[in-house]
């Protein structure tokens, strides 16, 4: 549901995965969904064109679905995970999942009532180089981290031409990249127990913020203290010598050694024994756009995850209710930067659940 940008590499990441048939589309403008159905068997080889609808009811009604992905503007999310949920169909939702807390508290209950599961598509953990940091953590070799930096930053005009909708959004930064990076703090490192944040915007065509940075407080148990300091910086203003986007930069600082997840996927694990360096570039496909790789690579195994989650072969990891904990981070990060204070994260705030 949903066929914009994202789609145009979600819906071959399907057909990477296997084992799934797209027998529907939707959009609101039903021209796009028709491009999009012709792209299904001319560029990704798929069987049969699916159908296109641009009343996302006369879909609910007409089609027999297993499942459906929402790939939509943030703002259609709700409606259409309740349509779903109305028909009891399972759902996966692009992430952020909604703009509040509240929203999101009703899409998770309305599920969970009507007895489907929601899951939320958080690729960014997926990515190749991430995936090998985090083996790199779990291995213990840096021993307990203590403190992390994970840096977002970018100078890239092409995002906002392929997705004009970002330059219209009131909240920018941590809403639309602050959602990944969040998830992977609290993958890396656990749940919050509070933060602080600051957000400017530079760009004076904008509606939102394009810089933030949040400092959390990560609750992890063995580690010194019991926590993990790590700051968030992210950017879509920030010039750098060699082109980032879109790479998630990492540095952790351990009780044993230090890991760093530098640009080009390099990761450098440094302990008492000296350095070791090692590349862990993305595996690359033909429908992926070159300017996106790392990202567009990591949906075939965050499809592959939420596929196993729906037919019940083990549980997936970025289900919705684990991401109403980002939602969380996200909407009192704004408060925190709104009220230049530190917030304290409570997480019973959602009384449907
Ligand atoms: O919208 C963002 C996302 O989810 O991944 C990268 C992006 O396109 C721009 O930062």
Redesign the pocket.
């Known amino acids: 549901m949903g066929t914009g940008f994202w789609a145009n590499f979600q819906i071959p990441a399907w057909f990477e995965v296997g084992g799934v048939e797209l027998v529907a589309l939707y959009n609101r403008t039903r021209s796009k969904a028709e491009a999009v159905a012709a792209k299904c068997v001319s560029d990704w080889h798929a069987p049969n064109a699916p159908r296109v609808y641009d009343d996302p009811n006369e879909l609910f009604r007409r089609e027999q679905l297993d499942f459906v992905d929402i790939i939509t503007e943030a703002p259609a999310h709700a409606p259409l995970v309740h349509l779903a949920a109305s028909h009891r169909v399972p759902v996966i939702c692009q992430?952020p999942m909604a703009s509040d807390i509240e929203t999101a508290c009703g899409m998770v209950a309305a599920c969970s009532q009507a007895g489907v599961s929601l899951f939320v598509h958080e690729n960014f953990r997926w990515q190749t180089p991430i995936r090998a940091l985090k083996a790199v953590l779990d291995s213990g070799k840096i021993g307990w981290p203590f403190r992390a930096r994970i840096q977002y930053i970018f100078y890239k005009p092409l995002?906002f031409e392929n997705?004009p909708m970002?330059k219209t959004l009131e909240k920018l930064a941590l809403a639309?990249?602050g959602s990944?990076i969040f998830d992977l703090a609290r993958f890396f490192f656990g749940d919050p127990q509070s933060l602080y944040c600051q957000t400017t915007r530079v760009r004076p065509d904008i509606a939102g913020e394009d810089v933030a940075s949040a400092m959390l407080r990560c609750s992890l148990p063995g580690a010194p203290g019991g926590h993990v300091i790590c700051t968030c910086d992210m950017s879509y203003s920030s010039r750098t010598e060699v082109e980032q986007f879109?790479q998630t930069l990492f540095y952790i600082e351990g009780s044993q050694g230090t890991v760093e997840l530098s640009p080009d996927f390099w990761i450098r694990l440094t302990t008492d024994e000296g350095t070791f360096a090692r590349r862990h570039p993305p595996q690359r496909f033909a429908w992926a756009d070159p300017d996106y790789a790392v990202?567009h690579s990591s949906i075939v195994p965050c499809n592959a995850d939420l596929l196993a989650g729906l037919r019940g072969d083990h549980p997936a990891e970025t289900t919705g209710e684990d991401n109403l904990k980002t939602v969380r981070l996200v909407h009192r990060a704004y408060e925190s930067a709104a009220q230049n204070k530190v917030i304290q994260l409570d997480y019973d705030d959602c009384p449907a659940l």
Request: glycine content about 0%; overall charge neutral.
């Open positions: 992430k995002v997705q970002l639309d990249v990944h879109p990202v």
